[in-house]
């Protein structure tokens, strides 16, 4: 290279054939060329990182969903990825990387190389993580750069059929004649499958077993089965067993009615004032991802979320779309990692 020459010359140039200040020549000749090559190396590099970042994107995409297939986050994120694969010319594919609490597939993407082609198709369950577990292999607010907030799904309260419940306080009444008698299940021990009812039985008053199932489609199966008396998944999940009379509803966490259940009440009407979880989700990346990728990602994943087929198929499963840029992702994540730890501290759940 042309400027690699230029270096050299005046690198030589200036160089005695004498010692200098007691420094052989020879040494001091090859401290010199390899200032040089330090200087060219990371040249080459940065222009390499800018060359990369305006061809962005040039191979597949790939993103890691935290959950077994067949639950409401990886629905939604097949959806957004197909739509982003039709938009930016190149595959975007899903990878589930399912366990302990989505935290295997953060740590993950945590440590995956900065350059946009490793994403996370994160949940709510990020907030909670930092909160519930003592020695996480990645910090939330160093490690990930926001990308965008794609949607919230509500919270669905359902029993299995043979329940005498049809609301909320009739449900109350039966777990508190027969606390022992009622199990409901979760997604995974500490997520916000076991959480939100977990909250919503202190703020009853009442206890009940907690079963802890490997993903949301699992724990919804077993209430179909009999296996446990109710949950709390997202509705994404629950919503076509809702209609095939599998399962019956009691009411959703936001504190809107669902478009898709307008006839089930929220929990904040059915005696629990202002109660309100929502199972948010949302797309990160590795720190130190290019500015430029950053924003390229959140104007397509935009872009994908205004489509009206989108729309209607994240709708059909219950979600609620949501928008915004990097910076406003960033400031309600603070916001959700501040309020789970006080949640997590109150309720007294912790592990190793």
Same mark, same amino acid.
């Given at each position: ?14 160089? !005695? ?115 519930? =577990? ?32 049809? !609301? /909320?306080?009739?449900?109350?009444? /039966? ?87 307008? !006839? ?33 990602? !959140? ?32 400031? =309600? ?20």
């Amino acid at each position: 290279m042309r400027w690699l020459r230029i270096a050299r010359s005046v690198a030589a140039h200036r160089m !005695n054939l004498s010692d200098y200040n007691g420094i052989p020549m020879k040494l001091t000749i090859f401290l010199r060329y390899a200032l040089v090559a330090m200087i060219a190396t990371t040249v080459v590099a940065t222009c390499a990182i800018a060359q990369g970042t305006q061809a962005y994107p040039s191979q597949p995409i790939k993103i890691v969903v935290p959950f077994p297939p067949g639950g409401a986050t990886d629905i939604i994120a097949r959806v957004i990825a197909q739509k982003l694969t039709e938009q930016m010319g190149v595959s975007v594919i899903v990878e589930t990387k399912a366990g302990a609490n989505g935290n295997i597939a953060s740590e993950y993407v945590a440590r995956a190389t900065p350059d946009g082609y490793t994403l996370l198709y994160n949940t709510s369950s990020i907030a909670l993580s930092p909160a519930l =577990y003592k020695n996480l292999g990645y910090n939330v607010r160093r490690d990930f750069a926001p990308v965008a907030l794609t949607s919230v799904v509500p919270m669905l309260l359902a029993v299995h059929p043979s329940v005498p419940a049809n !609301n /909320l306080m009739e449900l109350a009444a /039966l777990i508190k004649a027969n606390p022992t008698g009622f199990s409901y299940g979760s997604a995974g021990v500490g997520n916000i499958t076991h959480l939100a009812p977990t909250l919503m039985l202190e703020r009853l008053g009442l206890s009940a077993n907690h079963v802890p199932y490997k993903g949301s489609a699992p724990s919804v199966i077993a209430l179909v089965g009999g296996e446990i008396q109710f949950n709390m998944e997202p509705m994404a999940v629950g919503l076509s067993f809702v209609n095939d009379k599998r399962i019956k509803p009691i009411a959703v966490s936001t504190l809107e009615r669902a478009s898709v259940l307008p !006839n089930v009440p929220t929990l904040s009407e059915s005696g629990l004032p202002g109660f309100e979880v929502g199972a948010w989700q949302g797309i990160l990346a590795p720190a130190r991802t290019p500015p430029a990728i950053i924003n390229r990602l !959140n104007a397509e994943v935009m872009k994908a979320l205004a489509q009206p087929d989108v729309k209607e198929k994240l709708q059909a499963q219950g979600a609620q779309l949501l928008t915004s840029t990097p910076e406003q992702y960033a400031a =309600y994540l603070d916001t959700e990692l501040d309020r789970w730890d006080e949640v997590v501290k109150s309720s007294g759940i912790q592990f190793e």
